[in-house]
């Protein structure tokens, strides 16, 4: 069975400086998918970023960018120039590759609580 | 377009009453999950539909049960409430490549 463990359960950054939240996992798949979501206090799940395990470049979007390290099974996360607005709680989450008729079926960790300090 | 829509988005429900959740999947989806997130807990996988087809099913009683109509559009019904299902239900819709939007939830509080 897959696990994924986020070691960190709060965490603090100032206004425009730079973050990471990290994220291991553990599974015998070879092709699956890693993913950050964010949930503000609203409780919106919302996408940040995704990374698919076959490809080597690591995912950016925007101030958002990981650090995927295959073999080693870990999954971080950079904010660049933290805003206010990034303050929420950041759960990882695994996916198998969803072939033919298979589930796709997320696997989260239990989360990072990020507070942006003004 | 519109985003993945769920209803109700609060209610609450007395142990041992059913309670049915509603999702609209994004325009274009056809696949569907339930997730149950209870508080200070990361989402748990509770079911998968796809076109109409149940896909997968996690470790949920068989109190909960699900479907999913012709317009791709889901229900969620759990029976016999009790306590321990107070939660946020979060239904996502599953896009091109394997890529999944969650709605806003439903918050279901059982007294």
């Known amino acids: 069975a897959q696990t994924v463990t986020q070691s960190q359960p709060e965490m603090s950054v100032q206004e425009a400086e730079t973050v990471t939240l990290s994220c291991t996992y553990d599974?015998?798949?070879?092709?699956?998918?890693l993913f950050w979501y964010k949930q503000p206090p609203s409780r919106q799940m919302i996408l940040v970023i995704r990374q698919e395990a076959y490809k080597q470049q690591n995912a950016t979007e925007n101030r958002f960018s990981v650090n995927f390290q295959k073999a080693a099974k870990s999954f971080s996360l950079k904010i660049s120039d933290s805003q206010l607005g990034d303050t929420a709680m950041y759960f990882c989450?695994?996916?198998?590759?969803?072939?033919?008729?298979?589930?796709?079926?997320?696997?989260f960790g239990t989360g990072t609580l990020l507070a942006v300090q003004p | 377009d519109a985003g993945v829509t769920q209803s109700p988005t609060h209610l609450i429900k007395t142990r041992g009453q059913h309670v049915t959740l509603r999702c609209s999947p994004i325009?274009?989806?056809?696949?569907v999950s339930w997730y149950q997130q209870v508080l200070g807990q990361g989402p748990q996988f509770i079911f998968q539909y796809y076109e109409k087809e149940e896909r997968g099913r996690g470790n949920f009683p068989d109190r909960f049960s699900a479907r999913q109509f012709p317009n791709y559009s889901s229900e969620l019904n759990v029976n016999a409430l009790l306590l321990g299902d107070s939660a946020l239900y979060l239904c996502a819709s599953i896009g091109t490549g394997n890529t999944i939007y969650f709605g806003e939830g439903s918050w279901l509080t059982v007294v």
């Open positions: 599974t015998s798949e070879n092709n699956y998918y």
């Open positions: 989450a695994f996916m198998k590759h969803g072939y033919g008729g298979a589930t796709n079926k997320l696997i």
């Open positions: 325009s274009g989806h056809k696949s």
